[in-house]
């Protein structure tokens, strides 16, 4: 089956400085990539995905990109915040019915 | 609307005992997925159900785990007996379906057994 590589485990930041995390994915028939954000005491909620057929796609201060060559993908967020603080998972699916395969997570730290 | 329900929000139970968590996913949504969240093992899937059908419990850890789907609108998961092991987020989300639609979490149920 998927198997999905998330990098770094935890990434401490400044205000306003660039933030990027990393996921490999295993099966070259993933064709869906979401990134989803878990702030405390909550459940993951969707901030991003892209599709195989892009290779970058961009919302506000956030983006991703896919290589599907390399079969990974990144999430760029630009002037981070300290609301930006939480822990983002990548994920991947090779189809059916949504079935989707998570990273084990990346803890980010904004400080003020 | 209110989004993926969950009830309840926290759980504490002694070992052995029988723990129900319960579902309301979105209406109209007619995929929905039970996880299980503990920081060894990140999230994982253990079973989802398709138009109230389960389509794969391959996640399930073993018999204790059982989960039902008896209307579009409700599911549970029981786990009988519990075990301290079982301690974990359980999460509730739905879909409405296809290859590449978006996950809509609920806000977990946090079980403690103890």
């Known amino acids: 089956g998927e198997n999905v590589e998330q990098h770094p485990s935890t990434l401490s930041v400044q205000e306003g400085d660039s933030a990027v995390i990393k996921c490999t994915y295993s099966?070259?028939?993933?064709?869906?990539f979401p990134w989803y954000k878990q702030e405390l005491g909550k459940g993951p909620q969707l901030i991003i995905d892209?599709?195989?057929?892009?290779g970058e796609k961009k919302d506000q201060r956030i983006a991703v990109t896919l290589n599907k060559t390399a079969k990974h993908f990144s999430l760029h967020i630009t002037e981070t915040q300290p609301e930006d603080s939480a822990v983002y998972f990548c994920?991947?699916?090779?189809?059916?019915?949504?079935?989707?395969?998570f990273g084990k997570g990346t803890m980010l730290l904004v400080s003020p | 609307d209110a989004g993926v329900i969950q009830s309840p929000r926290h759980e504490v139970t002694e070992m052995g005992q029988e723990v129900t968590l319960r579902c309301k996913p979105i209406?109209?949504?007619?995929?929905l997925f039970w996880y299980r969240q503990t920081m060894m093992r990140g999230l994982e899937l253990l079973i989802y159900?398709?138009?109230?059908?389960?389509?794969?419990d391959s996640g399930m850890p073993e018999d204790r785990f059982s989960a039902k789907m008896p209307n579009a609108s409700f599911s549970t998961l029981k786990i009988q007996p519990s075990e301290p092991r079982d301690s974990a987020v359980y999460f509730c989300?739905?879909?409405?379906?296809?290859?590449?639609?978006?996950?809509?979490f609920g806000p977990g149920t946090r079980l403690t057994v103890l």
């Open positions: 989300a739905s879909t409405a379906g296809g290859n590449l639609n978006e996950q809509f």
């Open positions: 209406s109209g949504h007619n995929s």
């Open positions: 994920a991947a699916s090779i189809g059916g019915y949504s079935t989707l395969t």
């Open positions: 892209i599709r195989s057929n892009v």
């Open positions: 159900f398709n138009n109230n059908v389960p389509i794969d």
């Open positions: 099966d070259s028939a993933s064709n869906y």
